[in-house]
T-cell receptor, first 110, second 116 residues
Framework: KNEVEQSPQNLTAQEGEFITINCSYS?????LHWLQQHPGGGIVSLFM???GKKKHGRLIATINIQEKHSSLHITASHPRDSAVYIC????????????FGTGTLLAVQP | NAGVMQNPRHLVRRRGQEARLRCSPM?????VYWYRQLPEEGLKFMVY????????ESGMPKERFSAEFPKEGPSILRIQQVVRGDSAAYFC??????????????FGPGTRLTVT
């Protein structure tokens, strides 16, 4: 069982729809990251969260530490949002390494 | 301020050759992380380095792989005697050593290694 679980694995939406991607993890963490990767492309950090909620443009990320769960929401989705969205956790301590989920492939159709 | 630089972007090696992947962190960043993304798989941590020190190499294969981050110059991920299973995208990330952004990681564009 992966330490970081994402759902759904694949998501197809129509332009304008509200999208939610979920991430669950098994043990306590110091922070959770949401990343975006376009096919064949690099990785962009969207959010780093340790509590509460963050918003950037049409993207919103929330985290519930007690339930070990985070969500990434995209409002008014657009075809350019099509990408793989990756959740990653950091446990803290001496290492800052990230443990990644398997990603959610999002396709937004016009 | 240039972002994280990786070169080469694409590298083709024959089985048995050596591959050297370079990562120049963002200006002012002294922490470097290497991650590998195998085809159709997720990202996996390999190694975490600070200048002249390996902090965590728990994700590095035991043989053929090594990493360094010298006092001057880029971080190098070295793969000796490459095999087809090493074909993957290798991403480098960097972070500053202090301040509010100390735990934010900034990713490079990756090096796509193909072993023929």
């Amino acid at each position: 069982k992966n330490e970081v679980e994402q759902s759904p694995q694949n998501l197809t939406a129509q332009e304008g729809e509200f999208i939610t991607i979920n991430c669950s993890y098994s043990v306590g963490i110091s922070a959770l990251h949401w990343l975006q990767q376009h096919p064949g492309g690099g990785i962009v950090s969207l959010f780093m969260l340790s509590s509460g909620k963050k918003k950037h443009g049409r993207l919103i990320a929330t985290i519930n530490i007690q339930e070990k769960h985070s969500s990434l929401h995209i409002t008014a989705s657009h075809p350019r949002d099509s990408a793989v969205y990756i959740c990653a956790v950091r446990y803290g301590g001496a290492t800052n390494k990230l443990i990644f989920g398997t990603g959610t492939l999002l396709a937004v159709q016009p | 301020n240039a972002g994280v630089m990786q070169n080469p972007r694409h590298l083709v090696r024959r089985r048995g050759q050596e591959a050297r992947l370079r990562c120049s962190p963002m200006k002012g960043h002294s922490h470097v992380y290497w991650y590998r993304q195998l085809p159709e798989e997720g990202l996996k941590f390999m190694v975490y380095l600070q200048k002249e020190n390996i902090i965590d190499e728990s994700g590095m294969p035991k043989e053929r792989f090594s990493a360094e981050f010298p006092k001057e110059g880029p971080s190098i991920l070295r793969i000796q005697q490459v095999v087809r299973g090493d074909s993957a995208a290798y991403f480098c990330a960097s972070s500053p050593s202090y301040g509010t952004g100390a735990y934010e990681q900034y990713f490079g564009p990756g090096t796509r290694l193909t072993v023929t």
